[in-house]
Nanobody
Framework: QVQLVESGGGSVQAGGSLRLSCVAS?????MAWFRQAPGKEREGVAA????????YYADSVKGRFTISQDNAKNTVYLQMNSLKPEDGAMYYC??????????????????WGQGTQVTVSS
């Protein structure tokens, strides 16, 4: 099992930016960020194939969020710009040791972090 530790959440005004980080304790094949707001289902935000760098985004964040990786540090980042109140949620890092397809489907991921809260005020 891979341990995942997220950081970087916080409170920001609409239009602001935050960068989330997720450090993995071991090998991963795909890593992704998901989010869940109260009363809503967990939804995929962005995913990255750690072997080649291919990235995938939810339509709601395309052009505003960027997922990236630093393989030397076993770390994946989520740069979030132009934040909106509807982006507020608990954000979770997840890892898959195989190829999750579709890449933003929560059930395809086997390892999860504890989450980091993002609050966006209007």
């Amino acid at each position: 099992q891979v341990q995942l530790v997220e950081s970087g959440g916080g409170s920001v005004q609409a239009g602001g930016s935050l960068r989330l980080s997720c450090v993995a304790s071991g090998y991963t094949y795909f890593m992704a960020w998901f989010r869940q707001a109260p009363g809503k289902e967990r939804e995929g935000v962005a995913a990255i194939y750690t072997g080649g760098g291919s990235t995938y985004y939810a339509d709601s964040v395309k052009g505003r969020f960027t997922i990236s990786q630093d393989n030397a540090k076993n770390t994946v980042y989520l740069q979030m710009n132009s934040l909106k109140p509807e982006d507020g949620a608990m954000y979770y890092c997840a890892a898959a040791r195989g190829a999750p397809w579709p890449p933003l489907t929560p059930t395809r991921y086997t390892d999860w972090g504890q989450g980091t809260q993002v609050t966006v005020s209007s």
